[in-house]
């Protein structure tokens, strides 16, 4: 069974930074697409970045130049370093896993974690 624990979230000024982690366990971590996607209140859920199992990685516009995906197979984690921060970033983020596609499209994947909330104040 695919478990997804989320952490690092938090309160931080525009401008600043924070980053991400997600736990995985469950599965062969390594073979695995990973993604981390937000969702606002009120907002549908919207793909942040994405990293499959060759590490190649994928952006949404809104975040490129800003946001780091990363994983570290050895620990089964996955991260999202987050720099220069906006007031629109703030957001419930998500940590998704899927064995068979990859992508910036929610339905790719099958596997959800609880979420960390990260609020940016001015």
């Known amino acids: 069974q695919v478990q997804l624990v989320e952490s690092g979230g938090g309160s931080v000024q525009a401008g600043g930074s924070l980053r991400l982690s997600c736990a995985a366990s469950g599965y062969t971590y390594s073979s695995y697409c990973m993604a981390w996607f937000r969702q606002a209140p009120r907002k549908e859920r919207e793909a942040v970045a994405a990293i499959d199992s060759d590490g190649g990685t994928v952006y949404a516009d809104s975040v490129k130049g800003r946001f780091t995906i990363s994983k570290d197979n050895a620990k089964n984690t996955l991260y999202l370093q987050m720099n220069s921060l906006k007031l629109e970033d703030t957001a419930m983020y998500y940590c998704?896993?899927?064995?068979?596609?990859?992508?910036?499209?929610?339905?790719?994947?099958?596997?959800w974690g609880q979420g960390t909330q990260v609020t940016v104040f001015s």
């Open positions: 998704a896993a899927d064995g068979d596609r990859c992508g910036l499209w929610v339905g790719y994947f099958s596997n």
